[in-house]
């Protein structure tokens, strides 16, 4: 970009996507690269409202061929909630998900929601996947709320058709828990088989709305529990798991001004934190460190996830950590949303973490880093809330890695794009420009046929065929 005497910007150099940006104060018009996007090549919607088909999902390879399967929650779907399941999701068509789903599994309860959470795990040792459903409304028709999990084994029959019975149910006794709002997997026990954790982050056993993380054992025989020390922290919002740690959040944590942690108008509300166990035998990790967040309503640990990124050329494992509801670095931005990304450094027993670098959403309100997801070496984020002064549609940004990582902010460094600039440093931005849709507001990825990266970016409130009946949308990245 070359300027005039007068600083007015005349001519533009080295962009292949030019677009125009007028500017009142100065008055100046900036000539800057477009994001670049992509059309979806598939999609699919429910027809039945209110369903918020696309919430959840989750990818594996169900029935023992080559091809991969995909498991979508729809826990809004006639007041009980149901799962859809695509066999050899590839070739299924564009169109209506009640039509192309292979079979579609309802709440054994009368109401609830299940389908708010999912997981794909060999829980009986058969070589088949298992699909386990979390229903964190159960006990709703009493007003309790309790929560429930539903373990479906899968099996062949004589025809080699893959189908699902029933065959456990876990329970919480405790009311007002949502036992099953998240779940997780992982080898927890380091005997080279996964665990099941199960998320109740409103249980409130020593308090309220504290929370608490089940992990119980792959055959289901034993479990333990981890619970949040601090009052509507709800601990056990995010997890995520590496070969020696594990990782729990706590989005709510309130940083307390005096010792006793009494309330005082000084105190951080909902800053947020998240604590770091290391790895042991017989179901029983051990905290190390807990890291909490500086702003105020930032939500430090809205999600949680490992990945091995490309770093300035070479791979490491870091943690990133959702901090959705964070106001801008100028404060001038409310709710725009943030990632951190943070390195593990082992030495002896001290384990040392640095912030490499953080990123901030573009837009208020946007909730950039609600969802965190990745791809080999790459990182997926998205800003459901994302929009304009009429309405949001959501955004999500595709980064194949990152060859910089400026101290700081790295989505302040934008050149002649408006500060924060998340797009400018990502590979692919999509968006469905659908209103009020939460675009983004659950992603899945996994590797395809002819080996192309496949994105499956959820709609959970699209209205596309039916009020917030939702929909689920394939893009090739």
């Not at 080699?160 to 456990?168: A, G, P, R, V």
């Not at 950590?321 to 725009?336: H, K, R």
């Not at 880093?369 to 990182?379: H, R």
Request: with cysteine.
């Amino acid at each position: 970009m070359e300027r005039d005497e007068n600083g007015t910007k005349v001519k533009l150099t080295n962009f292949k996507n030019p677009e125009i940006r007028y500017s009142e104060t100065p008055h100046t018009l900036e000539l800057v690269e477009e994001e670049k996007t992509a059309q979806s090549h598939l999609s699919l919607h429910s027809s039945i409202p209110y369903s918020t088909f696309g919430k959840v999902m989750v990818s594996a390879y169900l029935d023992q061929d080559e091809n991969m399967d995909l498991v979508v929650g729809a826990p809004g779907r006639d007041d009980r909630g149901c799962i859809y399941i695509f066999l050899d999701v590839e070739e299924t068509g564009t169109g209506v998900a009640e039509d192309q789903a292979n079979t579609i599994i309802c709440n054994p309860g009368d109401r609830g929601r299940f389908g708010s959470s999912l997981l794909t795990l060999d829980t009986n040792q058969d070589q088949i996947l298992d699909i386990v459903v979390g229903d964190p409304y159960a006990g709703a028709e009493l007003l309790e709320y309790s929560g429930r999990v539903y373990i479906f084994s899968g099996s062949l029959n004589d025809n080699n058709t893959l189908i699902y019975h029933l065959t456990d149910v876990l329970d919480c006794e405790e009311k007002f828990a949502n036992f099953g709002s998240y779940l997780f997997k992982g080898d927890v026990d380091k005997d080279g088989t996964e665990e099941i954790l199960i998320s109740a982050p409103y249980s409130g056993r020593d308090g309220i709305q504290r929370g608490a993380l089940y992990i119980y054992s792959t055959k289901l025989k034993n479990y333990t529990i981890l619970e949040g020390s601090r009052d509507y922290e709800r601990f056990g919002s995010s997890v995520a798991l590496s070969s020696e740690y594990l990782v729990v959040s706590s989005p709510f944590y309130r940083i307390c001004w005096l010792n006793d942690c009494t309330y005082h108008e000084n105190d951080l509300q909902s800053a947020g934190a998240f604590t770091v166990f290391s790895l042991r035998p017989n179901l029983d990790p051990k905290q190390i460190t807990r890291v909490q967040g500086t702003m105020e309503f930032g939500c430090l640990g809205a999600e949680l996830d490992f990945r091995t990124l490309n770093i300035h050329g070479r791979l490491q494992e870091v943690l990133v950590v959702g901090e959705s509801s964070a106001a801008s670095e100028s404060g001038d931005l409310e709710q725009t949303g943030r990632i951190n990304i943070y390195s593990f450094n082992q030495t002896g027993s001290e384990l040392v973490m640095n912030n490499l670098a953080r990123m901030s959403g573009e837009s208020e309100s946007g909730r950039f880093g609600q969802v965190v997801s990745g791809f080999g070496e790459g990182l997926v984020v998205s800003a459901p809330y994302l929009g304009n002064s009429l309405y949001s549609y959501g955004k999500v940004y595709v980064y194949d890695g990152f060859t910089e990582l400026p101290a700081g902010d790295i989505s302040s460094h934008c050149g002649v794009y408006p500060t924060p600039c998340p797009g400018h440093l990502a590979s692919l931005v999509l968006t469905d420009y659908l209103e009020n849709s939460l675009f983004g507001s659950s992603l899945n990825t996994f590797q395809g046929k002819q080996q192309t990266r496949i994105l499956i970016i959820g709609s959970e409130r699209s209205n596309v065929n039916g009020r917030l009946s939702g929909s689920i949308y394939f893009y090739k990245i």
